[in-house]
């Protein structure tokens, strides 16, 4: 549960600090003393949403901090939330002083604190969300089954997705297939090699300056060893010339290895020049040849992706299509088959969601019924509609085939209307409050905070609501913001809002009222701002009413 509640610089109010403990907690203020401001404060340090606008005039950042207690395995623990957010936009959020996303904060949050305001009325008049109301009962049953039918619908959709892009291309692919025979075979009948083009490009410039090369070749081999004298026979001078005195001198020897490595490399070479000058023979024919077979590969080159490689690449590629065009009806088929068996097990998994569903919507509807009779409200009927259509195929999706509609009779004998159409204020109210004592048996969230819970009620509607707050308020910590005397009563601890100002600036204060001041302000909310001695025993007497109607 909360203990504690610290707000600075947020809106109007300058600091609020507020020490909670269990049972059930009113606040109460005139309007505009800033108790939804509290409310909001405290939805931002569980993770909803900063704006700069929340941070009061004049100061640099706003700053909320709740401490509160949570029960683990091994006992109570205390956990310290804490949110800024900057005049600039900037904020941050921490657990126990270690900085953390908003989404992390979020998701920590959720099982500590559950607040209800007025957006919670509104949900209840979307149709679209009566369905996840009804998941969230029974969740531990529902969950499983919801996470494996959007596991399998997403596989279905792809299959299916597979399978009319298939057919979408089919036309067009055998429309393609003498031409795409036509590209392998020509690229199959000229069988490029890879760096093909590089080599012929050599070839063809050594065949184009054959008697060039072959002149410098012959001059090469006469001034290594055809000459007189040659190289190859001044360099074997040296080399015997050095032997004879190798043996005297380190360096002296170094310097006779060095020139018989010399000798043997020009005799390497002379070799090879050989080589070379008795392949110049000029052939016109493979001149023209070459000529021709590196035109060719170019002319592909430039059809089939600019390289050998890439012509390659496009071969292999034309083979597979041309595979699958050639096996269409079989990949049809295995798709088929594929996404039988999907639907098929889609079909189930969504049966199984309908059947959880239905079992969980019948025990809410027990519960709701037995909640509403409790909040005065005892001639309404509420039930849970499941519309279904004749093909469930037309209904598969990731969230199951359900369209799910709440229904209420508000009065005996008018029959069974959707909720969003016939439901008044103040009976979404108590419908909320219904639903909200129904899940909180199960959901284990130890603080549930409410905010206009008591929108358009009043008299003895308003008392037992306020009666229901208290009870639920025996295994949970309650705190809720109202404006009606009959709800403040119920009350075990009470804090009053005011909004104060000097010469400089308006600011909003929390009081944690005593018995004696507790009198005063649900006078107050009884009769307006003149508290006459009717008004406080009337007070007094509500106080006493509701404090015996709970024991």
Same mark, same amino acid.
């Given at each position: ?44 340090a ?32 205390e ?118 083009d590089?080599? !012929? ?6 065949? @184009? #300056?054959?008697?060039?090369?072959? +002149?410098? =070749? /012959?001059? %090469? $081999? ?12 001044? !360099? ?6 050095? @032997? #004879?005195?190798?043996?005297?001198? +380190?360096? =002296? /020897?170094? %310097? $006779? ?27 016109? +024919?493979? =001149? ?9 590969l ?23 299509? =041309? ?23 889609l ?65 005996r ?16 109210s ?58 403040a009563?119920?009350?075990?601890n ?45 007070a ?9 109607r709970?024991?």
């Open positions: 549960m909360i203990t504690r509640i610290l707000i600075r610089d947020f809106a109007i109010i300058e600091e609020v600090d507020i020490d909670l403990t269990s049972g059930f907690s009113v606040i109460t203020g005139e309007t505009g003393a800033g108790k939804s401001i509290i409310i909001e404060a405290v939805s931002l569980l993770g909803s949403r900063a704006d700069s606008a929340m941070v009061r005039a004049g100061k640099q950042k706003a700053f909320i901090q709740i401490v509160a207690e949570i029960q683990e395995d091994d006992g109570v623990r956990v310290i939330l804490t949110r800024e957010v900057s005049a600039s936009g900037k904020s941050a959020a921490k657990i126990d002083g270690e900085i953390v996303s908003v989404a992390q904060l979020s998701a920590f949050s959720a099982r500590l604190a559950d607040i209800h305001g007025q957006y919670d009325h509104q949900s209840l008049l979307k149709t679209e969300n009566h369905i996840a109301l009804v998941d969230s009962y029974h969740s531990l049953v529902t969950a499983p089954l919801k996470e494996q039918t959007a596991g399998e619908w997403k596989l279905y959709s792809s299959l299916k997705a597979q399978l009319t892009s298939l057919l979408a291309d089919e036309a067009a692919a055998r429309r393609r297939l003498d031409f795409m025979r036509f590209e392998l075979d020509e690229i199959t009948n000229a069988n490029p090699r890879p760096e093909e590089a080599a !012929l490009r050599e070839r063809l410039a050594i065949l @184009q #300056n054959s008697g060039f090369i072959f +002149e410098k =070749l /012959s001059e %090469a $081999a006469e001034l290594l060893y055809d000459g007189a004298p040659s190289a190859e026979e001044l !360099l074997g001078k040296a080399m015997r010339a050095m @032997q #004879n005195i190798s043996a005297y001198s +380190e360096e =002296l /020897s170094s %310097a $006779a290895r060095s020139i018989s490595d010399s000798y043997y490399i020009i005799e390497d070479l002379a070799s090879s020049i050989r080589a070379n000058m008795g392949k110049m023979e000029f052939s016109p +024919e493979e =001149l023209n040849d070459t000529i021709s077979r590196l035109d060719l170019e002319r592909l080159c430039a059809k089939y992706g600019g390289s050998i490689p890439k012509m390659l690449e496009y071969r292999q590629k034309l083979l597979t299509d =041309l595979e699958n065009i050639e096996n269409i009806d079989s990949l049809k088929e295995d798709l088929s088959s594929r996404l039988n068996h999907a639907e098929e097990k079909i189930d998994l969504s049966a199984r969601l309908t059947a959880a569903r239905k079992e969980a919507a019948a025990e809410l509807e027990v519960k709701i019924n037995a909640e509403l009779a409790s909040l005065n409200f005892s001639n309404a009927s509420f039930a849970v509609s499941f519309t279904e259509t004749a093909d469930i195929r037309s209904r598969l999706s990731g969230n199951g085939v359900d369209n799910v509609e709440f229904l209420i009779s508000s009065n004998g008018q029959p069974l209307l959707p909720l969003t159409k016939v439901a008044s204020g103040g009976e979404m108590r419908m909320m409050l219904a639903f909200k004592s129904v899940t909180g048996s199960y959901d284990q969230i130890p603080t549930m905070i409410f905010d206009e819970i008591d929108s358009g009620i009043s008299g003895v509607t308003a008392s037992i609501v306020g009666e229901k707050l208290a009870g639920m308020a025996r295994h949970r910590q309650i705190v809720c913001i109202t404006h009606l005397p009959q709800i009563a119920f009350g075990h009470h804090f009053m809002i005011q909004k104060n100002s000097d010469d400089e600036k308006t600011f909003t204060v929390i009081t944690a009222l005593k018995d004696s001041e507790r009198v005063q302000e649900i006078a107050r909310l009884l009769g307006g701002a003149n508290i006459t001695e009717t008004t406080l025993k009337s007094r007497e509500l106080i006493d009413i509701s404090s015996r709970l024991s």
